[in-house]
Each structure stands twice: as C-alpha cells, then as structure tokens.
C-alpha cells in the first residue's frame, strides 16, 4: 500500500509540472556574510542600502532589522561596493561606486535617478577602481572620486568629470581614501596606500601631509568635523591620526593596541562631535572625548568595514563587519547582536539534506572562520543555527552522513564527524600509510624488503566523502582514502601517481575518483585501480558522477563527458548542455536522473543524459546542486542555499536522502 502511494503521488506530481521552476528562486541562508558597507537614506533614516563584496546591494526599511535583495551591478560577481552615496539635493538619485577584486582595470561608478529601480554607468568613469567617493556638503554637484590611477571631481552633478591629480605621477595615485572640507569644495583630502595629500584649489596642485604620520601608511579613511573643519581624522595600517590645523600637523592617537591599528573606517557621531567610532581589524573602538582616549566596544574577533549612526538616535549604531554581517546596538555600541534576518552573503560549498528528516537540511561554508563552518536549519531552510563547535574555523568542503545518522565534514584539514546525539565535531582523521623500506644487501646479508606502518593525522584539504555500508571514501589533496571502521582510521595516498584528488563518486563495486587532469577507477570498491583515458584536450576537471547505468560523467573546463566503459573512451556531450566550462555533476540515489552546472547555469536530464534543459536564469551564480526528499537545492557561490519557490512540486522518484522508501 506505502509503495502505490508513493507511485501515485509520484505520478500526480509529473502530471502537474515537467521540470523544476526555474522563475524566483529564493536565498533560504544561512544569513550573514561579508557586508562592505551601510547608508542610510537622508529623506527616510529607516531605510539603509548594504554594499557587499560580489555587486550586490541589499535594502532595509526598518532601520536595519531585516533586509532584502535589492539590485545586481555589473556584469559579474567581483565588484565591491564600498561606497553608496545618496544626493540629499536630488531625490531618489544616489551613486555606487565599485571596484574589481579580479583586476585593477574594472570598476564603475553608478547611478540611480529613481530610487535604485534602474541604474547606469558613468561613462567618464567606467573602467576607473573606485576606492573613495563622496559629495561635497552644501555643494552636492561638486562631487570626487578616489581611484587607483588618480582622484577625478565633477563640478556638475557628474554629467562631466576630470583627472585633477598628475599624470603619471610617482606618489600620487592608489587612492583609497577621499574627504571634501564642508566649508569649502575645493579643499579635498585624499589618502594613498603611501600617505595622504591635500589641495586647497581643487586640484590645481597638492601638498603632501605626511607631518606626523609613519611613513608608508595606507591611509584607509579621512573625516572632516563639520562644525570645525580645522579637525580632521586619518586612519592607516599604522594606527589612528588627528590634526587640529585642517592637515598641517598630526598627531598618533593612542590608546588602540598595535594590533588593532588596521582601522578600515572612521564614523563621527552626527550628534556629539566628541564620539567617533573606530572600525578595525580587531573590533569597533569608541572614544567619548574626541581621541583622548579610547575603549573597544565589541568582540576583538570581529572585523569591522563600516559604521552607521542613527542620526536622529545616536545610541542606534550598525556595523558592517566580515563574515558576521550586520551587528547592530541600540544602546551607544555597548552590546551587539546579528541583524542579519533576509541578508544572505554566504560562499556554499557543501549541502547535504537529512536522511530521516525531510525538513532538516545541513549547508557547509567557506572563507567564514569562527562564524562559519556548518550551518543547520530543521525547518527546510526558514531559519538557521550554526553548529560548528570543534571544527576551529576550518572551511568545509564536503557534507555526507552515514547510515546511523552520523555526519561526516571534509574540512580544509582533515575529516570530522558529528555523531547523532553530539554537540561538538570531533577529527575523524587518523591515517595508516604502509611504505615498502628495503634494505640493501651487503657482505653476508641479503637485501632485505619490510613493510612499515606508519600512523599520522590526515590534515589534507578534503574536497568530496561519499559512504556506502561498509566502506567509506575521502578524495583529499594528499590523495584518495578509505576507511572501513567508519572513520576510526583511513588508509590510503596517492593512486597511480595521482595524489591531488578533487571528486570522488561510488556506484555499487564501481569507485572513480579524479584529479584536476586525472581520473582512475576500480570495479572492486577500491582493491585494484586503473588509469581512465581521458580526451588529450581535457585540462582541467572539476568534479565527476556515476549514473544508474554505472555510466561516468566528467565535469571539465572543456565541456562534459560521459564514459560508457568504465573510461576507455569518452563521448564529448553537449544535448542542451554548454561546450565549456562544466562545473559539477550530481545523481539521485537510484541514478535516473542527472544535475550539471555548467557555465554559470544549472542543467537537468531525466533520460540517461541524452537530453538536457536548463533550470533558466535563476538570478544566483551556482555551485553545485543537491537532491533528496522530492527537493532540489542548490549551493551558491555568493547567495548561501536556495531553492525553487514550491520544491514540494519538483518530479523525482520518492527516495529520501539516504535510500530508497519502497
């Protein structure tokens, strides 16, 4: 009776849709991430823009409690967006500049003259690393932009633009920081990865004020004191600066720990000109009597890129801070907590869905230290715990669960596990190598060959774990492993002399395992091995599947393959699937049917691999895709886990994650 119930549900939900739905994909979390910086809007102080590290903005409207996409700029995913700018004399108009983190030759200013529903580039300033930025006060068509090739000012409003530093000049260029004087727009400020500088005629020429500053100090902000222009601040990888004669003479603030004098940014409070925020790389730094002495106000593991004060409630204060996201205080930066509901900036590199639970899904990350690791939710994805304790900051690359429930984490050193009713992972890594040592003859005694076991820990980045009943598998960079009393040891290395392994898929007896110019493969479960013959034109590979049919499917820059003897020949296969650039392959628990992303899209087949379609454009630059319990999910490089709008209507058999349910 279960499995005819299983049939016609199965069969009902065919009938109702072909294939995943492709429209609105949406960002499950786990929230948090990487947030570059924050900016409130002048008519409406609830309402605050977030810039991100991938050309991505984010808006609140409830003073920073929750928040939603809110727009993509440029083409790709390497723009960071330090400064968004809004024009208090123009409504709905407000700038973004950015800068690549791939190459020096990219960035873009933008512009919104509706509220941020469309924007455009500037063409004058297309092509220019934008460092700084910023609007002259009482004079917002005066505007300046800081970039890595020298500092650029527009006088109208940015419809026309021009260098005002020297060409080719030894000193005067790599700019990361900007501040126009209040009381007059041409007076500007600039800070270099060298030092900063300062013109008094708009640029017309510049004077080096270094007085007072270490030398060789990248200078990572300037503030201006409105209601005493005279007084401005500098921060720099050297420490903290003031000067009380606009720039002439400055003087080191003390009172910071060496340690923490890589100050990012300097954020005076709009209502007492007494109190300036200080975000460094060891947490938010406050003092109350204009730099005479300072506090740290947050946890020191805490790196802080950007500080927002409520101007009409000077106690509300928000952080933009790596990997933690948005921590926001409501009493003066005395305490903080995660403000981070609807704000997802998170790089996946692991998913793995529950075995005996449908709801429960486990999502590992990466680049996030302490505030990363693996994340859990038991509600399919609506809300997200962290549960990483023991795993010390590694990065996880591998997600899989054994038959009692266990979970298993490839980590960049070594594997993990979490048994079913811990809180805490525990390493998983012991490895026994056995070495061949052989001893020369000499006079009177015969060469003499021994094998030695050596036991070591296993502190390789492991990338894929795929476990079967009895015998469980690890393709790490020091080369393939097994274990066969579930993790208490691994045996293994390199397998014909191939060691840095990237993949690894398992289909009955049939084990493959690839490198990135490599595969080999054994119809034992992993007791002898041979060479694949891969195509001579295959570079790199990236990831690789065995199908129901026990085909192998290879994931390549080239494009994707598929082995029907057990990698003799391959068969360059496109049928709906890009030439180029494959990314990763996943199969269902009974092999009929295929994922592939490929070329910044995911791709579906349901024959065998014949025939592919494309998901469509799904708004996310994706990783890797996962199924289990009627669900698809996907892995985002930028956007954490996300998932098609009904997963209840996605056609597959009615499996669970860990085997089938007849």
């Known amino acids: 009776m279960r499995w005819r119930t299983h049939m016609a549900v199965a069969v009902l939900l065919a009938l109702a849709v072909s294939c995943v739905q492709a429209a609105n994909w949406r960002a499950l979390g786990p929230d948090g991430g990487d947030v570059r910086s924050l900016t409130y809007d002048p008519r409406n102080p609830d309402r605050i823009i977030l810039g991100t590290s991938s050309g991505k903005l984010f808006v609140s409207t409830d003073n920073g409690r929750s928040w939603s996409r809110f727009a993509q700029l440029g083409g790709g995913d390497d723009l960071v967006l330090d400064h968004v700018v809004f024009d208090s004399a123009r409504p709905g108009t407000m700038y973004v500049a950015a800068w690549s983190v791939e190459t020096s030759e990219r960035g873009e200013l933008f512009r919104s003259r509706d509220d941020g529903r469309t924007w455009e580039t500037i063409p004058a300033m297309h092509g220019k690393s934008i460092r700084a930025f910023a609007l002259a006060a009482g004079h917002p068509e005066t ?127 709009p209502n007492d000109r007494n109190v300036v ?41 928000l952080l933009a801070t790596d990997r933690g996201g948005v921590l926001a205080s409501d009493d003066a930066a005395q305490t903080f907590s995660a403000s981070n509901r609807g704000f997802v900036h998170r790089q996946v590199a692991a998913l793995l869905l529950d075995r005996s639970d449908s709801r429960t899904i486990y999502a590992g990350v990466l680049n996030d230290k302490e505030f990363g690791g693996v994340f859990r939710s038991h509600d399919g994805g609506q809300s997200w715990m962290q549960s990483s304790e023991g795993l010390e900051g590694r990065d996880v690359f591998a997600l899989r669960q054994a038959e009692d429930g266990a979970l ?57 774990i795929e476990t079967t009943s009895n015998k469980w598998f690890a393709a790490t960079s020091a080369g393939l492993f097994s274990s066969t009393d579930r993790g208490q040891s691994w045996y293994g290395g ?34 002898t091995w041979y060479a694949a013959k891969l195509p001579a034109y295959v570079t790199q590979v990236s990831g690789l599947a065995i199908d129901g049919d026990s085909h192998m499917w290879l994931a390549a820059r080239e494009g994707a393959f598929r082995s029907d003897d057990g990698g003799d020949t391959w068969d360059h296969v496109m049928a709906g699937l890009p030439a180029k650039h494959v990314y990763s392959f996943v199969s269902d628990d009974d092999g009929s049917r295929l994922l592939a992303t490929a070329a910044g899209q995911s791709f579906e087949s349901r024959d065998g691999g014949r025939s592919w379609h494309s998901f469509g454009e799904l708004g996310y630059s994706v990783r890797a895709l996962s199924l289990g319990w009627g669900r698809v999910l996907a892995a985002t490089d930028f956007d954490g886990v996300i998932a098609p709008p009904e997963p209840a209507r996605v056609v597959v058999r009615e499996t669970g994650a860990g085997g089938s349910s007849e």
């Open 143 to 269: 505007m300046v932009a800081g970039a890595l090739d020298g500092v650029y000012r527009s006088e109208d409003a940015g419809q026309t633009w021009r260098k005002i530093t020297p060409e080719h000049h030894a000193e005067l260029k790599n700019f990361e920081s900007v501040a126009i004087d209040p009381a007059d727009p041409k007076v500007i400020y600039a800070g270099t990865w060298h030092l900063p500088w300062k013109t008094t005629n708009g640029g017309a020429t510049w004077t080096n004020i270094k007085k007072g500053i270490i030398d060789d100090s990248d200078v990572f902000s300037i503030i201006i004191d409105p209601n005493q222009p005279s007084v401005v601040y500098a921060s720099a990888c050297s420490g903290i600066y003031k000067s009380e004669n606009a720039g002439d003479l400055f003087h080191k603030i003390q009172g910071i720990p060496f340690s923490a004098r890589r100050t990012r940014v300097l954020k005076q409070d």
């Open 494 to 527: 390199p397998v014909l002399s191939s060691q840095n392994f990237v993949s690894v898929a398992v289909r009955r007896n049939m084990v493959a395992a690839a490198t990135a110019r490599s595969v080999v493969v054994s119809l034992d479960k992993g007791s």
């Open 277 to 317: 925020y200080a975000g460094t790389t060891e947490g938010l730094w406050r003092t109350v009597d204009a730099g005479k002495t300072w506090k740290r106000v947050s946890s020191a593991n805490v790196i802080v890129n950007d500080v927002l004060v409520d101007p009409r409630r000077s106690s509300r204060v």
């Open 408 to 464: 298993l984490a490839g980590t960049n050193s070594g594997v993990f596990m979490l048994d079913r009713a811990a809180h805490s992972w525990r390493p998983a890594s012991v490895a026994i190598t056995e070495k061949i040592v052989t001893t020369p003859a000499r006079k009177g005694v015969k060469a003499r060959t021994t094998k030695q076991t050596l036991v070591t820990e296993l502190r390789a980045r492991v990338a894929s």
